[in-house]
């Protein structure tokens, strides 16, 4: 598949599944993907992210070799793209047999002080898949969580 059909599938399509099936058979849509979303300047690009995030918790396998854009994501300014790559890393952890998580482990978890409430909801409503994963963060988390009460979060308003 090429950009050009995937970008009027991403048009055509209202809920995406009919891409998310397309890319288990077709690894190069993943990759095509995430090109489009750091691409892109229209709203297809969340569509994008959103296409990557039901992939990863149907096939995290699909989405592992690009660890390093799901990073990039969760990097992100914008906060649409970044909380997809919060859910979508956190999908990750389950298949990551390369230990790249503990890598960006201390970044990933230290949102949970972000000062968007948001973001930092999202850390943690998707903590548990880390612990389940990588028992070993377990006690961190646990932490960090009791620390959440104490964290102002701002409103940009």
Not at 10 to 25: F, M, Q
Not at 55 to 63: A, G, Y
């Amino acid at each position: 598949m090429n950009k050009v059909t995937l970008i009027s599938l991403l048009k055509n399509s209202s809920d995406g599944y009919v891409i998310v099936n397309a890319a288990i058979e077709d690894n190069e849509i993943v990759s095509l993907l995430f090109d489009l979303t750091f691409s892109l300047t229209s709203a297809l690009k969340f569509k994008c992210t959103k296409v990557i995030r039901r992939i990863s918790e149907q096939n995290p396998e699909l989405i592992y070799p690009y660890f390093d854009r799901v990073i990039r994501m969760i990097r992100q300014e914008n906060s649409f793209i970044k909380l997809d790559g919060i859910f979508i890393m956190s999908n990750l952890v389950s298949v990551d047999l390369l230990g790249k998580f503990a890598q960006i482990y201390d970044e990933y978890i230290s949102l949970i002080k972000d000062p968007h409430m948001i973001t930092a909801a999202n850390v943690v409503g998707n903590s548990w898949k880390i612990v389940v994963a990588n028992p070993k963060f377990e006690t961190d988390v646990t932490i960090r969580l009791c620390e959440v009460p104490s964290v102002l979060y701002l409103n940009d308003n």
